[in-house]
């Protein structure tokens, strides 16, 4: 059986982080936040490579949806889930607290 490992992201993660930010923000929807906001203006094929500009941030910037607060899971060194940052502050990480 195949050991599930758990990591801190990595920049070169950033194209699997990039869909968990926009699944993340389904949440119990259909839709996500990106698609609610960006549809009108943004096809879908348009939206992967806008999250992972957010997701590429430096992050000096101290932004919520950096790299560098997310864990990603792998399993055979494949990612197969990961964790979106969250905080009651918007703004600020939760890695921060």
Partial sequence: ????VVRDARAEDADFLAWVL???SKSHLEV????TIMLE?????????LA??????????NLFS??????VAE????????TAPFSLFFGLRSNNF
């Fill in 22 to 24: 926009i699944e993340a």
């Fill in 66 to 71: 950096c790299w560098d607060g997310f864990l």
């Fill in 1 to 4: 059986m195949s050991e599930v």
């Fill in 32 to 35: 996500s936040l990106f698609e």
């Fill in 52 to 61: 992972k500009q957010l997701v590429t941030a430096d992050p000096a910037e």
């Fill in 41 to 49: 203006r943004f096809s879908r094929e348009e939206l992967l490579p």
């Fill in 75 to 82: 399993v055979d060194g494949k990612p197969v889930a990961g």
